[in-house]
């Protein structure tokens, strides 16, 4: 089958788009307003950017009315929010805390889960969660499409701080069969990863592959190297 979206149609009794991209890992945001209440979304349009410094995304869309989301109001305005893993344990209460609730609508009580400060920025955590980032609002790209929800805001933020739970690292690599982190697919469906397996691009320089481990120390190193040998 082939359509044009936006010009011709598909004929499936659901649009296939977000299905065919997947799975797509989820950004689970905690943010503050300047009232000081707290907010925790999940956004399915999340991933990491680059690795030193480290930057993330998230997109969100507008409301059926066509409001701004809350997370992406508070980190402009505030400059600060948190992604916390969203694990197989935190399925239901990352499901409840999709919902569209009146703004300054606290989720993290809604959840029934538990705050935890974070360390840099005044931004509470998901302290179930075996992982976060503490992340500096950088930017936010915001994508034309067809009213009211088809316009996207692609916040980006700096992680500046990291925590990681001892109980899921074995011999100093996180386990993801320890975390078992939750993803979206498409339709109303998820998966949980359990199961992993490795492939090294073979014939490649160890530069290549220290970028592709995302390994922050051998860059600096090699930056280091590089300029030695241009004063050279």
């Keep these: 089958m082939f359509y044009e979206p936006g010009v011709t149609e598909h004929n499936l009794p659901h649009d296939p788009f977000k299905a065919?991209?997947?799975?797509?890992?989820?950004?689970?945001?905690?943010?503050?307003?300047?009232?000081?209440?707290?907010?925790?979304?999940?956004?399915?349009?999340?991933?990491?950017?680059?690795?030193?410094?480290?930057?993330?995304?998230?997109?969100?869309?507008?409301?059926?009315?066509?409001?701004?989301?809350?997370?992406?109001?508070?980190?402009?305005?505030?400059?600060?929010?948190?992604?916390?893993?969203?694990?197989w344990d935190l399925r239901e209460a990352v499901n409840i805390s999709a919902q569209q609730t009146p703004y300054g609508t606290d989720e993290f009580e809604l959840c029934n889960i538990t705050k935890e400060q974070a360390t840099l920025v005044d931004v509470p955590m998901v302290k179930e969660s075996p992982v976060k980032f503490e992340c500096e609002y950088h930017t936010t790209i915001r994508l034309p499409g067809n009213p009211p929800?088809?316009?996207?805001?692609?916040?980006?933020?700096?992680?500046?701080?990291?925590?990681?739970?001892?109980?899921?690292?074995?011999?100093?690599?996180?386990?993801?069969k320890k975390t078992q982190p939750i993803a979206r697919c498409g339709y109303y469906q998820y998966t949980v990863v359990r199961d992993t397996f490795e492939m090294i691009?073979?014939?490649?320089?160890?530069?290549?592959?220290?970028?592709?481990?995302?390994?922050?120390?051998?860059?600096?190193?090699?930056?280091?190297?590089?300029?030695?040998?241009?004063?050279?």
């Design 20 to 87: 065919c991209v997947i799975p797509r890992p989820i950004g689970w945001i905690s943010t503050k307003n300047k009232s000081g209440q707290c907010n925790l979304a999940p956004y399915s349009q999340f991933n990491n950017l680059t690795f030193d410094p480290p930057y993330v995304m998230f997109s969100s869309n507008q409301t059926a009315t066509g409001v701004r989301k809350d997370t992406v109001v508070n980190a402009e305005e505030t400059g600060k929010f948190v992604w916390n893993l969203a694990t």
């Design 149 to 176: 929800m088809g316009t996207v805001d692609i916040v980006i933020g700096k992680v500046i701080g990291v925590h990681i739970a001892e109980e899921v690292l074995t011999d100093g690599l996180l386990d993801i």
């Design 201 to 232: 691009i073979p014939n490649m320089s160890a530069d290549v592959l220290y970028g592709l481990e995302g390994n922050a120390a051998r860059n600096r190193q090699k930056n280091k190297e590089n300029e030695e040998s241009s004063n050279n």
